[in-house]
């Protein structure tokens, strides 16, 4: 992916221990396609040096001695005002307990936070990754310099929990390089659905048969999952109901893990009527064992296959689709169809069946599992084709028709 393609970043770097991961996430923006101009305090070259930002970025670190009118690699001798009118971001990742304070007075006695003061404030946005013991994290001072910092038109992205460089464990850590990545590509999403709550169930079902067994399918619930990313990134609220599936929770999502269709069935009745969209990617157990055994069924010894009985489940996306609010157009409902040949008709005519208003069909063989996928969109009007293309730029596209359709577009 290249979805910071075009990007260019000022990555700050303050004191703190978590200077080690800021390498990482360097490397991590410019994979990405950013370009990315390091700047470092003089506490953060304690930690790491700039020889080593210089070399993961590819251009000259600026350091704590570089500030204005010192500077002669500058023409103009003024690298606080160059710098941060050519980002499209400036990153602070870590940001100290120290330099939130100094940020929030708008002092100025070195480069960084010189050039965090210097920029354009409407067009260069300001985005921290704050790293410190929990007990200065939890400070009311902090607290309160986050909250104004926030007031005053920056993004602070959050920390982590856990265990900590100073030996204690609690909130304060600064997040993982790929979990800030995810949070930058997110910030620049367009917030096509801001303060919408999307429903979104995934993967597939488990049916069991005893303790031991059951049935399943082969989803892998990746294209779910790349839904939720993207109606997140958005700016909505995002609920992801999840069959069992191996795949880590996107970033700011909520998510309730379920096995069984019936579990499935109720945890999203339960978000339904809360929610402004429901998308339901996930391959549902058509039928369940109609009986489940307390104990592992045992061979007998007899050479006879025991004989199992099925139930058909609960149709989720059938039972949100004729809800009230559903009904009303309160709850804009779009459905999934895997199918394995003739995909226009058979999705046209599920759409139909299902009673909703978007379907999205797809190729059981040409998705499952698959980090890439194709859609075809249909509706009352007819099918579009969303061409080849990684799940989540098709997850993008798909929450883009969903906001025109809901009229959400920001
Ligand atoms: O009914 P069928 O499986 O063909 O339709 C697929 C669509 O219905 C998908 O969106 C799937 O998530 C949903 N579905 C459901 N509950 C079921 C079966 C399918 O929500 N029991």
Redesign the pocket.
């Known amino acids: 992916m290249n979805d910071l393609a075009g990007k260019h970043f000022v990555l700050g770097l303050t004191g703190g221990i978590a200077c080690y991961k800021a390498a990482e996430l360097c490397r991590a923006l410019i994979k990405e396609g950013a370009t990315v101009q390091v700047v470092m305090t003089e506490a953060a070259e304690r930690f790491i040096t700039p020889v080593t930002m210089q070399a993961l970025s590819g251009r000259p670190v600026y350091g704590s001695h570089d500030a204005s009118g010192f500077d002669g690699r500058e023409a103009n001798g003024m690298p606080h005002i160059n710098l941060s009118r050519e980002a499209d971001a400036i990153l602070i990742a870590p940001c100290s307990a120290d330099f939130m304070a100094k940020l929030l007075h708008g002092r100025a006695d070195e480069l960084l936070s010189l050039l965090c003061l210097a920029r354009p404030i409407a067009r260069v946005p300001l985005l921290l990754a704050p790293a410190m013991n929990r007990e200065m994290w939890a400070h009311p001072a902090t607290q309160r310099n986050m909250a104004q910092l926030a007031a005053d038109s920056t993004t602070i992205l959050g920390v982590g929990s856990g265990f900590q460089a100073c030996g204690e464990t609690g909130d304060g850590r600064m997040l993982e390089p790929p979990q800030l990545l995810q949070d930058v590509v997110a910030f620049f999403q367009p917030k096509l659905l801001a303060g919408k709550r999307v429903l979104i ?1 995934a993967g597939p079902t488990f049916e069991a048969m005893d303790p031991i067994r059951g049935i399943t399918n082969h989803s892998s619930g990746k294209m779910g999952f790349a839904i939720a990313r993207a109606a997140q990134e958005a700016g909505a609220v995002v609920t992801l109901v999840a069959g069992p599936v191996h795949l880590e929770t996107p970033r700011g999502v909520e998510r309730i893990d379920v096995k069984s ?1 019936r579990q499935m069935l109720e945890a999203t009745l339960r978000h339904a009527p809360l929610s402004d969209v429901f998308v ?3 391959a ?1 157990a ?1 039928w369940r064992p109609a009986a489940e055994s307390e104990q592992k069924i045992k061979k007998d010894g007899t050479g006879q296959a025991p004989t199992v009985a099925f139930t058909e ?5 059938l039972t949100v689709a004729q809800s009230e609010r559903a009904q009303s157009g309160a709850l804009f409902c779009v ?3 895997a199918e394995t040949n003739d995909l226009a008709a058979h999705a046209k005519a ?1 759409r139909e069946r ?1 009673g909703i208003p978007l379907l999205v069909g797809n190729i059981g063989q040409l998705t499952f599992g698959l980090d890439d996928n194709q859609l075809l969109l249909v509706d009352k009007d007819g099918a579009r084709e969303l061409p080849r293309a990684s799940k989540l730029v098709l997850a993008r596209q798909l929450i883009a028709e969903i906001a025109q359709r809901t009229g959400a577009t920001a």
């Not at 489940?313 to 996306?317: A, E, K, Q, S, V």
């Open positions: 169930t269709a339901a990617t996930a549902v058509d489940n609960p149709d989720i996306l459905g999934f169809a599920k299902k």
